[in-house]
């Protein structure tokens, strides 16, 4: 079985967010990615996006604990700069 693979799209966020309206107003999800041609699993994170944040920004949804990380990460990069200066 060959799986033909998709050419990325993007989509804005008027886009995203009509699409969750839609699934809100009672349009099944099965309606939605058949007619629009969407994958389940982008409109899924659209629709958990939408009510955990309202924001369709990876930003905007990160965990605690992956802001967290990478605020560390950020911070260890600098600490590693000024001691190779030193």
Do not use: C
Request: proline share 2%; net charge positive.
């Amino acid at each position: 079985m060959n799986k033909i693979k998709r050419k990325r799209r993007t989509f804005t966020d008027d886009f995203k967010h009509q699409m969750v309206s839609l699934y809100q107003h009672g349009k099944s999800r099965s309606e939605i990615v058949a007619e629009y041609d969407l994958t389940p699993s982008a409109l899924d994170r659209w629709i958990t996006q939408s009510s955990q944040s309202g924001s369709f920004k990876t930003k905007d949804n990160r965990s605690p604990q992956e802001q967290e990380l990478i605020a560390l990460r950020k911070e260890l990069k600098q600490l590693r700069m000024e001691n190779d200066i030193l």
